[in-house]
C-alpha cells in the first residue's frame, strides 16, 4: 500500500461543464518525491487542491483518494479539516499572498498550533522558534511579529515549510514553491525542502516549472497536458528518454534555457547541476 | 498611529478652509441682493434705495468680499453662522437642533444600514451564484429603484394607518424612529450589500484563505480574517454613508414631520435665507471631511500598509 493513492480523480467545472482533470491515476510512494511537470493550465494545482479537497463549491471532483488507508473523497469535513496541516501540508507558491494581510504572521501560524496541539503561546513561540531558527530564519519571535508585507518571498516561504516542521505530516504539497522567487531565495527554500523531507522522511509532491529543481527533489514524475498524465515514470527514466513528444519538447525546452543561463553566469550557481 | 492620526487631521484643515472659502464664494455670486431679502421677509412696503443702502450697512454688505469672508470665517469657528435673514434669530439657535434632530436619525439609520449591509453581503458571498443570492440581489434591485418617498409613503400608510402600531409623525419616542430608519435602511442596505459581497468574494478567492484552509482552520476562523480584509474596503465606504445620509434625509424628514435638517433647509432655499444656506453647507462639508478623516483613520487602523504612507 502506497501514502498516497489516486485513482481515477476526475474534476470538472459545474458553472461551465469543461473537464479540468481527466481520469487521473497515481500514487506516492512513502518517503519518496512525486513530481508534477506540465505547461501553465494543464491541471497541476487543481491535482494538489483535489487532494486537500479545496475546491470551490462549483467545481465537482471523483474518483478515490487513499491516504495511509484511508479514503479522503468519503470522509466527513470535519475529520478531513484535521488532516489538513497536521498530515497533509501544503505549502504555496505565493508566500507574500498566503498570510492574511492585517494581522502579523504569527497569528495565522498561532491558530494553526492551537488547532492542531492546543498548544499555549508560550508552547507556540517555543516550538515555532526552533523550527524558525532551523529554516535560517533568524530572530523568529521578531518576525513572527511583523506583517506579510514586511517580509519577503522567501522568507514567507520558509516560514510555511518552519510550520510545517513543526506540524510533521506525512505528505506535503509544495505547489511551485520557488517560481516566485530569485536564484538565492530558490535556492535557500530547496535545501529547506530538502531539509524537511530528510527529518520527517516523509513524502512530497512538488509542482514545478523548474525541471532543475524537480531533477535535485524528485524521485518520480508525471507529466500532465489539457489536464491528463501523459507520461510516468521515475525521475532518470523521464530526464534520460522521455516517450512522449510534449516531455521531449519540455526536457529539451529546459536543457537549452539551462545551457543559456549557464554562458549568461558563466557556470554559476549550479543549482542545476548539483 | 497617533502621529499618522494627527497628521491625517492637519491634511483637514486647509481642505475645510478651502470648502469655507467656495461656500462663502458660491453664496455672493448669487444674483440677489440680500438686503432686498431681508426687507422682503420683513414685510417692508415700498422698498427704496435709501433704505437699501441702509441695510447693506447694518449687514456690513458694503466691505469689500474678502474682508467679509475673513470675519464670517471666523466667527463660524464659534459656531456663530450670523442671524437669519427671515426670523432675524441667529443661524445656529435653529440650525443645532436640527441637525441634532437629523444627526441622531441618520446614526440610527447607519448602524441599521451598516448590519443589514454586512449580514447581507455575507451571506451572498457564501452563497455565491446560488439562490438566495441571487433572490436577494434580485429584490434589492428592485428596491433601489423605489423611490424613498413612495416607500415611505406606503410604510406609513400600512403599519401607522391601516395597523394603527406606530406613530406617523414627529419624534415622540424611540417609537417615532422606526419608520424613518425603516425606510432609509432598506433605499441604503440595498446599495451599500453589494459592496460587502464584492468584498467578500474576491477575498474568497485569495491565496491566505486557501492556506488558512490548507492549515486545517476551521471556517469560523476563516470568516474572521476574511471579514477583517472584506471590512477594510467597505469600512470607507460606510464612514462617507454618513455625511451622504445627513444630506440626504430631506424627503424622509418631510413625509415623517422630522424636524431636522432637510426641513429646515428645503425653507430656507425657499426664503433664500443665506446666512442659513451657508451655515448648512459649511457644516455639511464639515461632516464630509470629518467622516473621510475617520474613514482613513479606521482603514489605517486595519490595514497596516497603509499606516506607512501619507
Ligand atoms: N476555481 C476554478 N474554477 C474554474 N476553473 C478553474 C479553477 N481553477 C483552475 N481552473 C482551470 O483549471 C485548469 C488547470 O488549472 P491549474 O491551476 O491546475 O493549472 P496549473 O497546471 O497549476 O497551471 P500553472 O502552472 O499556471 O499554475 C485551467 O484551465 C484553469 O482555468
Ligand atoms: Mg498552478
Known amino acids: ?274 | 498611529m497617533g502621529s499618522y492620526i494627527s497628521r491625517r487631521i492637519a491634511l483637514s484643515i486647509p481642505l475645510l478652509a478651502v470648502i469655507s472659502f467656495l461656500t462663502f464664494l458660491l453664496v455672493n455670486l448669487s444674483p440677489l441682493d440680500p438686503a432686498e431679502v431681508v426687507l422682503q421677509a420683513q414685510g417692508v412696503p415700498m422698498i427704496t434705495d435709501e433704505l437699501l443702502t441702509q441695510t447693506k450697512q447694518e449687514l456690513g454688505l458694503d466691505r469689500p468680499f474678502l474682508i467679509r469672508y475673513w470675519h464670517w470665517a471666523l466667527s463660524c469657528l464659534q459656531l456663530d453662522f450670523g442671524h437669519s435673514y427671515v426670523t432675524g434669530q441667529p443661524v445656529w439657535s435653529q440650525l443645532g437642533p436640527a441637525f441634532l434632530h437629523t444627526f441622531k436619525l441618520t446614526i440610527v439609520s447607519a448602524a441599521c444600514m451598516i448590519f443589514f449591509s454586512i449580514v447581507l453581503g455575507v451571506i451572498c458571498a457564501w452563497r455565491e451564484g446560488k439562490l438566495l443570492d441571487r433572490s436577494v440581489r434580485g429584490i434589492s434591485f428592485f428596491l433601489t429603484a423605489i423611490p424613498s418617498y413612495w416607500l415611505g409613503a406606503m410604510l406609513v400608510w400600512l403599519v401607522a394607518v391601516k395597523l394603527d402600531w406606530l406613530p406617523t409623525s414627529g419624534m415622540e419616542s424611540y417609537r417615532s424612529y422606526i419608520l424613518p430608519v425603516m425606510v432609509l435602511t432598506i433605499s441604503y442596505a440595498s446599495i451599500y450589500f453589494r459592496f460587502v459581497r464584492s468584498a467578500m468574494i474576491s477575498n474568497l478567492n485569495a491565496d491566505y484563505v486557501l492556506y488558512a484552509r490548507a492549515c486545517g482552520l476551521p471556517e469560523k476562523k476563516v470568516t474572521v480574517h476574511l471579514l477583517r480584509n472584506s471590512l477594510q474596503v467597505a469600512i470607507s465606504v460606510f464612514c462617507m454613508a454618513i455625511p451622504v445620509l445627513l444630506g440626504s434625509t430631506v424627503v424622509v424628514e418631510n413625509i415623517f414631520a422630522w424636524p431636522g435638517l432637510g426641513s429646515l433647509t428645503v425653507n430656507a432655499i425657499l426664503s433664500r435665507d443665506f446666512p442659513m444656506i451657508q451655515a448648512y453647507v459649511l457644516v455639511l462639508a464639515a461632516a464630509f471631511v470629518v467622516f473621510n478623516a475617520l474613514a482613513d483613520v479606521l482603514q489605517a487602523a486595519m490595514n497596516p500598509k497603509l499606516r506607512k504612507d501619507l
Not at chain 1, 501514502?3 to 474534476?11: D, G, K, N, P, T
Not at chain 1, 492574511?100 to 508560550?122: F, N
Not at chain 1, 515555532?128 to 506579510?148: H, T
Open chain 1, 1 to 274: 500500500m502506497h501514502l498516497l493513492e489516486v485513482q481515477h480523480l476526475h474534476v470538472t467545472d459545474r458553472h461551465t461543464g469543461s473537464v479540468l482533470l481527466r481520469d487521473s491515476s497515481f500514487h506516492v510512494k512513502q518517503g519518496s518525491c512525486l513530481a508534477i511537470v506540465g505547461e501553465s493550465g494543464s491541471g497541476k494545482s487543481v491535482t494538489c487542491k483535489s487532494i486537500m479537497r479545496l475546491h470551490k463549491a462549483w467545481i465537482r471532483q471523483t474518483g478515490e483518494i487513499w491516504f495511509k488507508g484511508e479514503e479522503l473523497s468519503a470522509l466527513p469535513e470535519r475529520q478531513m479539516r484535521k488532516k489538513r496541516g497536521k498530515q497533509l501540508a501544503m505549502i504555496l507558491q505565493h508566500g507574500m499572498r498566503a498570510f492574511d494581510p492585517t494581522c502579523v504572521i504569527g497569528v495565522q501560524i498561532g491558530e494553526t498550533l492551537k488547532e492542531h496541539y492546543g498548544w499555549s503561546r508560550a508552547e507556540i513561540e517555543a516550538n515555532m522558534s526552533l523550527a524558525m531558527m532551523s529554516v535560517r530564519l533568524n530572530n523568529p519571535v521578531e518576525l513572527m511579529n511583523k506583517y506579510p508585507h514586511q517580509l519577503s518571498g522567501g522568507m514567507l516561504q520558509r516560514v510555511m515549510i518552519a510550520l510545517a516542521f513543526v506540524l510533521e505530516p506525512d505528505l506535503i504539497i509544495a505547489d511551485e514553491p520557488t517560481t516566485a522567487l530569485d536564484t538565492i531565495a530558490q535556492f535557500e527554500v530547496v535545501e529547506q525542502l530538502i531539509a524537511l523531507r530528510e527529518r520527517m522522511n516523509g513524502a512530497m509532491i512538488l509542482v514545478s516549472h523548474d525541471l532543475g529543481i524537480v531533477r535535485r527533489l524528485a524521485d518520480d514524475i508525471i507529466v500532465m497536458k489539457d489536464g491528463e498524465i501523459v507520461e510516468r515514470g521515475s525521475a532518470n527514466v523521464i530526464f534520460s528518454a522521455a516517450q512522449h513528444a510534449y516531455t521531449q519538447r519540455l526536457v529539451e525546452a529546459n536543457r537549452a534555457l539551462n545551457g543559456h543561463f549557464e554562458r549568461l553566469k558563466g557556470g554559476g550557481l549550479g543549482l542545476v547541476e548539483h
